[in-house]
């Protein structure tokens, strides 16, 4: 056997070893998923029942899905749910206004108090999503209840069904009040919705396989920094579109996200205009697009009556918070804030003298510039910002990886800054460069 043949075996042998017990994990982990919410979509599709019931039954399943997979810890998502409505109830006795200020505030000093004082670092990892998705889905009840969204306040089984529904209580994502209300009442029988469930498994199971075996081992630990950078951030933007894959293969189980013709649009990440971005900017809304709608209906647009600034920065303080007091975390998503910003405007300012298709987002079809999309000025452009958003994702991306023990107990200061000084803090600095350019024109 010569040596090409020998590193093809080994090669296999490698992923074989590899990715069957991953595999095997994941597929596990789906199947309690899977079959809690089609037991939900068949109860709900066969059985004619009250929709007061059906809140019941995504309770009570919901509950049961939770508990069968965190074990004890879900008693905090139970306790931030029921503090919540609580609160809710005793402000709407006293004023119709101020309920989103109020709650909001309440959870997340629940979760960070828990954070920080209550959970064991372990547990709060294992819940840390769970009580997110949770956190969300209460801010947006409060808002949308000064809004004057809803008829009447929501009764307790109505609330708690909405909470906990077996279709986003764990991976997201996050959908409102109305959205959940409309797919309990949802009939349909097609084989399109089989397909669809089955398609969205086999990419959630394909992108554990490259986050887990596939991207560790195509780049070698003694190639460039840079490259381990790329590897490790791609490794967990692989382990990101697998929750974002499986979080929909949990909403179309539940007969979510699907209409009565059959047709689904549901969303949850793109991963080609990740890998290949034409913006930072863009990254930011694809990477989670629930979340980002979220974030900017219910914390931007609330505060945008106070300055774009105040909009902008308490949007940012809100999404680091609801991620956890982690300093790791808030790092990341201020540099992605800082690194929009300059990107955009520098983008803007670029086009505006050029009169080149290049800003941060797509320009409409019917656009003023002179040089439009696919001219070679605004292809070069374009190129070169797309290149540099590549390299501040693996800048970005790399302190991501660590560990299994390390990530149980969460990342340290020392694990962020070791991580970006090994690089010599190049985005930081290639940024501020950028907004010297961008001041000087």
């Not at 013709?261 to 629930?290: A, Y």
Request: proline share 3%.
């Amino acid at each position: 056997m010569d040596e090409e043949e020998e590193y093809v075996e080994n090669t296999w042998n490698y992923i074989i070893l590899c990715g069957e017990p991953t595999l095997y994990e994941g597929l596990r982990f789906a199947r309690d998923i899977i079959i809690a919410n089609l037991a939900l979509r068949f109860i709900i599709q066969f059985i004619p029942l009250p929709h007061f019931v059906r809140h019941c039954l995504s309770l009570l399943i919901g509950s049961f899905l939770l508990y069968y997979n965190v074990g004890i810890a879900f008693i905090w998502t139970i306790g931030l749910t029921s503090g919540a409505y609580i609160l809710i109830i005793l402000i709407s006795f006293i004023t119709n206004n101020y309920r989103g200020f109020i709650v909001t505030t309440f959870v997340i000093t629940f979760l960070l108090l828990c954070e920080v004082y209550v959970i064991n670092p372990k547990m709060w990892q294992q819940i840390r999503g769970i009580q997110m998705v949770a956190a969300m889905k209460i801010i947006s009840v409060a808002i949308d209840l000064d809004r004057g969204l809803f008829k009447h306040t929501l009764n307790p089984v109505e609330f708690g069904g909405y909470l906990m529904c077996p279709a986003n209580n764990i991976l997201g994502p996050w959908i409102p009040f109305h959205m959940y209300t409309s797919y309990l009442n949802v009939k349909f029988l097609c084989r399109r919705w089989i397909m669809l469930i089955v398609y969205n498994l086999f990419l959630s199971m394909l992108f554990l396989i490259l986050s887990n075996c596939i991207i560790p081992w195509y780049i070698d630990d003694e190639t460039s920094k840079w490259l381990v950078a790329y590897r490790d951030a791609q490794a967990f933007r692989m382990s990101h579109y697998f929750v974002s894959s499986m979080s929909i293969v949990s909403m179309l189980s539940a007969g979510f996200a699907i209409t009565n013709d059959c047709h689904s649009d549901i969303q949850v990440t793109k991963p080609v205009l990740i890998e290949l971005p034409r913006s930072l900017v863009q990254v930011v809304i694809f990477w989670n697009i629930p979340m980002h709608q979220w974030l900017k209906n219910y914390i931007f647009k609330t505060c945008q009556p106070y300055g774009q600034f105040v909009a902008i920065l308490t949007t940012y303080a809100i999404s680091s918070l609801l991620h956890g007091l982690n300093f790791q975390l808030s790092a990341v998503l201020l540099s992605i804030g800082t690194f929009s910003y300059v990107e955009y405007n520098l983008r803007y300012k670029i086009a505006l003298a050029l009169e080149v298709c290049c800003l941060a987002n797509p320009c409409a079809k019917q656009c003023e510039h002179r040089f439009k999309k696919n001219s070679f000025l605004a292809v070069f452009i374009n190129t070169i910002f797309s290149l540099i958003t590549v390299m501040h994702l693996a800048y970005l991306g790399v302190m991501f990886e660590a560990s299994f023990s390390v990530q149980e107990s969460g990342y340290s200061y020392y694990h962020t800054i070791s991580k970006w000084e090994n690089l010599n803090y190049f985005s930081h600095g290639f940024v501020a460069f950028l907004y010297i350019i961008y001041l000087m024109m």
